[in-house]
């Protein structure tokens, strides 16, 4: 499946650096890299910048999308919001595209191991390719990977920042890990 095109980005900074995220007219595409949540979450000042690929058809759908998703962001790091309800234009195989389904439906504040999600999908043995498909997710947070666990620990995650980040987002739901 090709990946879609950009037609609004939002970046911000932060303190290890910028975050982005990106809209098309058919929804988010990308969010990286998800470290930046904990900054915005301590409410650094950051330095924004609101970017629009050309004029035309899409433009205002896909900045709507980005403002929807912003505010959402908020009131998650606020305490205030649990899901995410904006639309997602995403590339990916179709194993990739069924993990990140399945993940959307991991209820806030809980968690499941890598296995699990493999055995829900009828592929005991694959959590290794489960693993993957997360690391592979362009909207950590709205596709919540970081509510995917190894079977002894937290396991990986594909920012920056790494575990730090999955830690960051688990404990504030509330995870005891």
Not at 40 to 45: K, Q
Not at 98 to 109: D, F, K
Not at 124 to 139: H, M, S, Y
Request: charged fraction near 15%; proline fraction near 7%; aromatic fraction near 10%.
């Amino acid at each position: 499946m090709p990946t879609p095109t950009p037609l609004a980005r939002y970046t911000w900074s932060y303190g290890q650096g910028r975050a982005t995220l990106s809209a098309s007219e058919n929804g988010l595409i990308a969010f990286t890299p998800a470290a930046a949540l904990a900054a915005r979450a301590h409410w650094e000042t950051p330095a924004e910048q609101f970017d629009i690929a050309g004029c035309g058809f899409g433009i205002e759908q896909a900045t709507n999308w980005l403002d929807t998703a912003l505010l959402q962001i908020d009131e998650y790091l606020a305490g205030t919001r649990q899901h995410f309800i904006v639309p997602f234009d995403l590339a990916g195989t179709e194993f990739d595209r069924s993990v990140w389904r399945l993940l959307q439906e991991i209820p806030y504040g809980e968690t499941v191991t890598y296995g699990r999600v493999a055995q829900a999908l009828g592929r005991p043995g694959a959590a290794r390719a489960v693993a993957n498909a997360c690391g592979r997710n362009p909207l950590p947070l709205f596709i919540p990977c970081h509510r995917v666990v190894a079977q002894n620990g937290p396991g990986g995650y594909h920012d920056v920042e790494g575990v730090q980040t999955k830690l960051f987002l688990l404990r504030h739901e509330g995870v005891r890990i």
